[in-house]
């Protein structure tokens, strides 16, 4: 059967024309995507948004805030392209989280809820893929990389909405000279006879599912979606929105040559090709907590800041040239900050996991950009003004998408509510 199993499961991890019978329609509003790039491990709010230089040295750490384009504005100076696009993003940097453990902050962000391991509510994207119709013949919902902690679910998947609403995983490295995504290949060497005959024997798979599984709670009709499903398991669009190889040599080169750059760049042909929501592993070096700077906490960052410089700043101009930053929010963050003071690692200094206090970035997508949300004690340890949670993240997000927080769904018998706290940040809009 190639691409396509039992069900209408397909390799992409998706029950295709499930989710194509249960997306509900947008109501005629402009359509917002989202990039969210995940600094795993937790990014240093002190040495990149949140800096401290009238501090002691094992506060302030090592590099020096700079001006960015937006008066009163300073970043860190190991970022001048993204100080020069500070006008398309907003800084919040009085974020809290609910825990400073990784696998289990993981998780928070990507869903606004804490963890809980026999109901884990649905990460952002899942509810993109469970309340707004999918339009187009790709994927809804894609992780770049692998980010599941071994002891945690993996953040931002479908929790208690199933494994339908789990996202398309992509492990390869888009900066590979190998890259390509093999699911695809069938549209391209597979004749119409022989799709057509798939389809015939995908009708004949669901009717025998169907008559085996109509007692069980996730048996759901999908019948008149069968077409669709198979279309989008075939798709031709699907398989070009990942060649990076259509993308100009320069462009590529402003992104960055390395996994983050040609994964941000790939984000945008994702958007662009109709998927709605794209989760990036910010960075891969040591593991995938690569922010997590126990130690050597400068020598790390040299090398990752400028990646994340290049990368994150070119995806903004990037839709800013294409017209698509309004309708594309775009989010950097980690789980949690680090501590105010340097530890003193025989490896090297180093900043450990710190949940009461820490900043991240969002723009495009509507929101007011170029603006401070809130801000941190002397020491980046607190927030002093407008404390933000992760669930007011959340709800931002949701309130952006159009999403409905207080939507209900039947799970393990159990009435669940999608996002049960968190205000919007109304700065924002």
């Known amino acids: 059967m190639g691409g396509l199993s039992l069900g209408a499961i397909s390799p992409l ?10 997306e ?16 795993q491990g937790g990014a240093s709010h002190l040495d990149m948004y949140d800096m401290k230089p009238d501090m002691p040295a094992e506060i302030r750490g090592k590099y020096d805030p700079a001006p960015t384009n937006i008066p009163g504005l300073h970043l860190c100076e190991k970022l001048p392209k993204l100080r020069g696009c500070a006008d398309k993003f907003s800084l919040i940097r009085s974020m809290y989280a609910y825990t400073s453990m990784h696998g289990q902050g993981d998780v928070d962000i990507m869903c606004g809820s804490p963890l809980d391991k026999n109901l884990q509510a649905p990460g952002l994207g899942a509810v993109v893929s469970l309340q707004q119709k999918q339009r187009a013949a790709v994927p809804p ?70 008559s085996r599984e109509k007692q069980l709670e996730f048996a759901r009709e999908h019948d008149s979606f069968k077409e669709q499903a198979l279309s989008l398991a075939t798709s031709h669009k699907a398989k070009d929105a990942f060649d990076l190889s259509r993308e100009p040599a320069k462009l590529r080169d402003a992104y960055g040559r390395n996994r983050v750059g040609q994964g941000m760049l790939l984000a945008r042909r994702l958007v662009e090709a109709g998927v709605r929501f794209v989760t990036i592993q910010g960075y891969v070096d040591t593991g995938i907590y690569a922010w997590d700077h126990h130690w050597g906490i400068f020598p790390h960052l040299d090398t990752q800041l400028p990646i994340y410089d290049s990368s994150y700043s070119a995806l903004l101009n990037d839709l800013d040239d294409r017209g698509l930053l309004e309708t594309t929010l775009v989010i950097t963050a980690g789980e949690f900050g680090r501590t105010p003071k340097l530890n003193q690692d025989k490896r090297g200094p180093g900043r450990d996991h ?10 495009g997508g509507g929101i007011k950009t170029g603006r401070v949300i809130g801000a941190s004690d002397k020491y980046g340890a607190v927030p002093t003004e407008r404390p933000v949670s992760v669930a007011d993240f959340a709800a931002t997000v949701y309130h952006a998408l159009g999403l409905d927080p207080k939507a209900v769904v039947m799970a393990q018998g159990r009435p669940m509510t999608m996002l049960p706290e968190g205000s919007v940040i109304k700065e924002l809009f």
């Open 141 to 210: 919902f894609i992780h770049i990389g692998d980010m599941k902690h071994p002891e945690y679910s993996a953040p931002g998947f479908g929790g208690y909405l199933g494994r339908s609403y789990d996202p398309f995983l992509l492990k390869q490295d888009p900066n590979s000279p190998t890259f390509s995504v093999p699911v695809f290949d069938s549209a391209d060497d597979v004749d119409p006879s022989r799709k057509a005959g798939r389809a015939t024997l995908l009708r004949s798979l669901d009717r025998y599912q169907a």
């Open 24 to 39: 509900a329609a947008s109501g005629g509003k402009k359509q917002i995507n989202v990039i969210f790039m995940f600094l």
């Open 354 to 363: 710190w949940r009461d206090c820490f900043s991240l970035t969002m723009g």
């Open 13 to 22: 991890g998706l029950s295709l024309a499930e989710v194509l019978a249960s």
